[in-house]
């Protein structure tokens, strides 16, 4: 069975307000999409609910392959090194830790999330996401914190995963970002989902 990632009439909210109001969309293997919306909007708690973290009110949400999640927040356990966080996270994915890291990020295995900057625990947060070999990646403001080189790095990976039939869906702001890799456009806007390919955002 194809990779896709789809939801159909989903709802989601905060108590009882809703922030996006029965929207619908589908992506399938190959194809990256740059999701988009004003800060607020929705697009982190779309991207929980797509992962699993958080429930919707209504709908349904298809999923055929393995997810990777990476959040805005950086989600590790700060008392801990980096590689007992390698550790810790590839126990709940079921893989081993693999000898070489992605983004030089080997170089902080010995060092206390507590105790990093704001970029080297990214680059730890990214690590953790990219343990296993998913099909389906789920990016929320992956950039944030990152320096132009690994920046320029991750971005040029994100690529790579597309050209190799994996699905992205990207929040970001940043249009230099996403107009790298992106084909669709998802944006959240009203409440509501607007898909568009990509030549129509470059044209806009």
Do not use: W
Request: glycine share 6%.
């Amino acid at each position: 069975m194809e990779n896709m990632l789809a939801a159909k009439d989903l709802t989601l909210a905060y108590g009882k307000k809703n922030i996006l109001d029965e929207v619908s969309f589908s992506l399938h293997a190959g194809q990256a999409a740059a999701l988009l919306g004003e800060n607020g909007s929705g697009k982190s708690t779309l991207l929980c609910t797509l992962a699993g973290i958080l429930a919707p009110k209504s709908g349904e949400i298809i999923v055929h392959g393995r997810i990777a999640y990476l959040p805005q927040e950086i989600a590790l356990v700060e008392e801990l090194t980096f590689a007992d966080n390698l550790k810790f996270f590839a126990s709940l994915a079921g893989c081993a830790v693999p000898d070489t890291l992605p983004f030089g990020a080997d170089d902080l295995r010995k060092l206390r999330i507590a105790k990093m900057s704001g970029g080297m625990k990214k680059l730890c947060s990214i690590a953790c996401t990219l343990l296993t070999d998913a099909d389906i990646y789920l990016f929320d403001e992956p950039c944030a914190a990152l320096d132009r080189a690994h920046r320029e790095m991750f971005l040029d990976y994100t690529a790579t995963l597309a050209r190799a039939g994996k699905i992205v869906l990207y929040a970001a702001h940043d249009r230099e970002e996403y107009m790298r890799f992106a084909d669709t456009a998802i944006t959240i806007e009203n409440k509501k989902l607007y898909t568009e390919s990509m030549c129509e955002v470059a044209h806009a």
